[in-house]
């Protein structure tokens, strides 16, 4: 499935509730539905510089396409990075350089986060997008 396919999913499962405690619980049920990252890779150098809560993410390059794992300290943190890993994760490095993270606006996240929150998910998107950076320097 495409990232914008990805994306339009998630906007659509968002706005089948109608209100933000609804939409926060959803984000907490993603969280702990998510992949978690393995023990040895909960280091500095897999942690989200500028987030309130602790957040690590790694990725691993499995044929062409980049996969995401991430835990966080906090459930709506780890909420935040399993939307971002659902859109991005296996897919080709080139794709998430690509694509755009307007979903993250048409489901009102950004506004509904503290603005230490906000730059967290900010610093979370600009993470996996180096990551796919570095990536795709390897493919060629």
Same mark, same amino acid.
């Given at each position: 499935?495409?990232?914008?396919? #990805?994306? $339009?999913?998630?906007?659509?499962?968002?706005?089948?509730? !109608?209100?933000?405690?609804?939409?926060? $619980?959803?984000?907490?049920?993603?969280?702990?539905?998510? +992949?978690?990252?393995?023990?040895?890779?909960?280091?500095?150098?897999?942690? #989200? %510089?500028?987030?309130?809560?602790?957040?690590?993410?790694?990725?691993?390059?499995? &044929?062409?396409?980049?996969?995401?794992?991430? /835990?966080? !300290? =906090? #459930?709506?943190?780890? &909420?935040?990075?399993? *939307?971002?890993?659902? =859109?991005?994760?296996? @897919? =080709? +490095?080139?794709? *998430?350089?690509?694509?755009?993270? %307007?979903?993250? /606006? $048409?489901? &009102?996240?950004?506004?509904?986060?503290? +603005?230490?929150? =906000?730059?967290?998910?900010?610093?979370?998107?600009? @993470?996996?997008?180096?990551?796919? #950076?570095?990536? @795709?320097? @390897?493919?060629?």
């Amino acid at each position: 499935m495409r990232i914008k396919d #990805i994306q $339009e999913e998630i906007v659509e499962e968002f706005s089948m509730f !109608d209100d933000w405690m609804q939409r926060y $619980e959803y984000m907490i049920e993603m969280g702990k539905s998510l +992949p978690l990252i393995d023990d040895k890779y909960k280091t500095d150098d897999n942690l #989200i %510089k500028g987030c309130q809560s602790k957040v690590w993410v790694h990725a691993e390059l499995q &044929g062409e396409k980049l996969c995401f794992t991430a /835990d966080s !300290d =906090a #459930i709506i943190t780890k &909420g935040i990075i399993a *939307i971002l890993i659902r =859109a991005f994760s296996g @897919q =080709a +490095p080139k794709d *998430i350089i690509d694509a755009d993270t %307007k979903f993250i /606006d $048409e489901i &009102g996240l950004k506004e509904h986060l503290s +603005p230490t929150r =906000a730059n967290g998910l900010v610093n979370m998107i600009k @993470q996996l997008k180096m990551y796919a #950076i570095a990536y @795709q320097t @390897q493919l060629n």
